[in-house]
Nanobody
Framework: EVQLQASGGGLVQTGGTLRLSCVAS????????IGWFRQAPGKEREGVSC???????LYYTTLKDRFTISIDNAKNTVYLQMNSLKLEDTAVYYC???????????????????WGKGTQVTVSS
């Protein structure tokens, strides 16, 4: 069973930084696309950024001027470094993965196969 465990959320002031982590387990393959998504209060879930485990290709990298996704395959862990946080970044952040897909740029907008429980990020002024 694929499990994704996200952590690292919290309360931070505007302009601050946070680093989210997502540990994946039960992976049926070491070739997958994994990424971060978020859902703000009253809004639809949206993609933030995805990365390929096989070659590190990035997909659908929104907010790339402030957010950076990375992966440590040895630890089956994907990270999201968030800098210069703004009030509008407040959301629940989810980690999600998909296997054997060829349309990652599209799927990384929110159509993934496995989802973890989210971690809350709250940015205050």
């Amino acid at each position: 069973e694929v499990q994704l465990q996200a952590s690292g959320g919290g309360l931070v002031q505007t302009g601050g930084t946070l680093r989210l982590s997502c540990v994946a387990s039960g992976l049926p393959s070491d070739d997958y696309t994994i990424g971060w998504f978020r859902q703000a209060p009253g809004k639809e879930r949206e993609g933030v950024s995805c990365i390929s485990s096989s070659d590190g290709t990035l997909y659908y990298t929104t907010l790339k001027d402030r957010f950076t996704i990375s992966i440590d395959n040895a630890k089956n862990t994907v990270y999201l470094q968030m800098n210069s946080l703004k009030l509008e970044d407040t959301a629940v952040y989810y980690c999600a993965a998909a296997f054997g897909i060829t349309n990652s740029e599209i799927r990384c907008r929110g159509d993934m196969d496995y989802w973890g429980k989210g971690t809350q990020v709250t940015v205050s002024s």
